[in-house]
């Protein structure tokens, strides 16, 4: 998705915002643009398709641009192409030069988010003469606060909160105004931003990692709400204009974290970084026998369903959730995609909990259906990475997981810490509803415990898996198949290959292949079988027999000790034994090492996968 920078202080502003820029690349962009002033000069705007490379190489890596203030925005086309002329900034007046070059506009903006309406407030500008040059809704936006501005005579701040009433949607939005050099202007609804401050400099951004080189000192702006920004200061406003008072908070994680420390590929750092997260997020909810997820245990004993929401991965470690909860907990749970169940008129009964999962925290359609759960009245629990995200503060309660900052696109950690943290509240509510006692639940916490070095030892296995993975270069289909829980790791495994190797794969329910799927097997089809269940194992593993006898090879990833595999399938990956209920999160690891590896001895952008984002903030 679409990421936004800026900068106001006594540096060069250029490099600052393209330094920025290339740390938000990993959200996915097609375009990208910055716009910089020199005092009260006009700002001065430069754009360029294509990767980023291509602006830094236009700007001479900025140095060519003079000026101390500016903003910056990488762009993922929603509303009109990826040309030159609909990237950001954008202007208020007319452009020309493909809206390069100095702009003498009133207001130049960049623009996170989607203003729906645009079409009905685009008419109504042009019916007060103004002209449009692109096919952008963030082009209305601009234009639509240049004309409260001049209309009403009034202040940037007034304009911006005249702006913000009228459009429907979603923004982060940064302007400049001629009449104001040096100050920025801000507002934010349903997309992410941060503000950063230091001595004499301000900055901001979509995500911390873009200002983390310069600052660890933010401000989170909410939603609904404005900001000024001046050298070294942050003044933030409601929409009646009042200034509310804001607390600076402080980031604790390095700036190395954000960084590839020596692994060719953020993914594979992130696949490494697994069982330290892991055992992060684990001591940041289990103190001694006490697991914090917020809810009492009356609370826990109280609710007779769960629904649990999420997209991409997230939705994944919910199915996952789904047989543990169930099992464990004796509870019925239902998992939804929040794409659907957002337009969906499931009746939730009373007595349930809902479980919105997000690393972003700012999925739009995770947060939609949050916020639809709420009008229910239905008390709701987010499990969420980034700290402050929209998720996070708008559910009732969230457990935070402790997977840092996840940068390749494809989730790994991120995922694993989800897993380990449903782990957790599954144990919390099978205990709380009295289907565990003490003893057990202390022996599950020991079991969760040694997820991070059984993670580990499946680390060492990776040059088996970039071994098997250099046979698949040319694959053209890959099925997953398991049974029960090991149907959930399918889900997720196929995902993997999918997004970065472009190997078409899909993940079936075993038992399922009987219906129809068998018919695409031929000879040489890789079948991955996922076999951790011991009471499903004969029946996961017959099925790939079937699917064998058709021509298919096999590759099975099962527990040690499953040796007899080694007499029907062709290569075996072996994880530690562990508890059933927590195998997901060893028997992804080879998953996502035989993804990674795929992807890589294909020549594919591992961590930036095409047409894919890291945050998917628009529907
Ligand atoms: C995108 C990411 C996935 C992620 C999904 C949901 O598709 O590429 O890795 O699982 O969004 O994101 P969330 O931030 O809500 O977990």
Request: glycine share 8%; hydrophobic share 40%; aromatic share 8%.
């Amino acid at each position: 998705m679409c990421g936004i920078v800026g900068f106001t202080g006594h540096h060069q502003a250029a490099p600052i915002l393209l330094d920025g820029l290339r740390k938000l690349e990993y959200r996915g962009y097609d375009s990208a643009g910055i716009a910089v002033r020199n005092g009260s000069e006009s700002a001065e705007v430069v754009k360029a398709i294509g990767k980023l490379a291509n602006l830094i190489e236009k700007t001479n890596d900025g140095r060519d641009l003079v000026g101390n203030c500016g903003i910056g925005h990488t762009r993922w086309a929603t509303h009109g192409e990826p040309t030159k002329i609909n990237a950001h900034p954008h202007v208020s007046g007319n452009c020309k030069n493909s809206g390069s070059g100095v702009v003498e506009s009133n207001v130049v903006g960049v623009h996170n988010g989607i203003i729906e309406n645009y079409q009905e407030i685009k008419a109504k500008l042009l019916s007060h003469g103004y002209v449009f040059y692109s096919g952008t809704d963030t082009e209305v936006a601009i234009k639509l606060i240049d004309y409260y501005y001049k209309k009403y005579g009034i202040g940037p701040i007034d304009a911006l909160a005249r702006t913000m009433v009228r459009i429907r949607g979603s923004y982060a939005l940064a302007v400049m105004f001629k009449d104001y050099p040096g100050e920025i202007y801000v507002a934010r609804k349903d997309s992410p931003m941060i503000i950063g401050v230091k001595d004499g400099e301000t900055f901001l951004a979509s995500d911390v990692p873009a200002i983390l080189n310069h600052t660890r000192s933010v401000y989170y702006i909410g939603n609904l709400e404005m900001g000024r920004l001046i050298p070294g200061e942050a003044h933030f406003y409601d929409l009646n204009g009042e200034e509310i008072p804001k607390e600076i908070s402080e980031i604790t994680y390095s700036a190395e974290a954000a960084e590839k420390g020596g692994f060719q590929h953020f993914m594979m750092k992130e696949i490494h970084e697994q069982p330290k997260v892991l055992k992060d997020t684990i001591h940041s909810i289990v103190d001694g026998e006490k697991i914090n997820i917020c809810l009492s245990p009356d609370e826990l004993k109280s609710f007779e369903q769960i629904f649990i929401v999420a997209c991409g991965s997230a939705y994944h470690c919910g199915v996952t959730a789904q047989y543990v909860i169930e099992d464990m907990a004796g509870l019925p749970v239902r998992v939804e995609l929040a794409s659907e169940f957002r337009y969906r008129n499931l009746p939730i009964p009373k007595g349930s909990l809902c479980i919105v999962i997000s690393q972003s925290g700012e999925t739009a359609d995770s947060l939609a259906a949050l916020r639809k759960i709420k009008e229910e009245g239905v008390p709701t629990l987010a499990v969420v990475n980034v700290v402050g995200s929209s998720i996070a503060r708008e559910a009732d309660n969230v457990v935070y997981i402790k997977a840092g900052p996840e940068i390749s696109v494809a989730t790994t950690k991120a995922y694993n810490c989800q897993l380990v943290t449903l782990y957790l509240i599954a144990i919390e509510m099978a205990f709380a509803r009295g289907r565990i006692d003490s003893a057990e639940k202390e022996a599950l916490l020991s079991d969760i415990e040694t997820i991070p070095e059984k993670v580990d030892s499946i680390l060492e296995q990776q040059e088996r898996l970039q071994w098997f993975a250099s046979k698949l270069i040319n694959a053209k289909d890959i099925f997953f198949i398991g049974r029960g829980l090991d149907y959930s790791i399918c889900l997720e495994g196929s995902l993997k290959m999918k997004e970065i190797s472009y190997i078409h794969s899909e993940a079936y329910a075993a038992g399922e292949l009987k219906h129809g799927t068998i018919s695409l097997i031929e000879d040489g089809r890789l079948v991955i079988g996922v076999l951790t269940q011991p009471e499903l194992y004969e029946k996961t593993l017959s099925n790939m027999v079937e699917a064998k006898s058709r021509g298919a090879y096999l590759m099975a990833v099962t527990n040690y000790g499953n040796y007899n595999i080694e007499d029907s399938t062709d290569f075996v990956v072996y994880i530690p034994k562990c508890n059933k209920y927590f195998s997901a999160s060893l028997a992804i690891i080879p998953l996502q090492l035989l993804a990674y590896y795929t992807a890589v001895s294909r020549g594919e952008d591992v961590d930036k996968p095409r047409n894919l984002a890291k945050s998917v903030t628009v529907e």
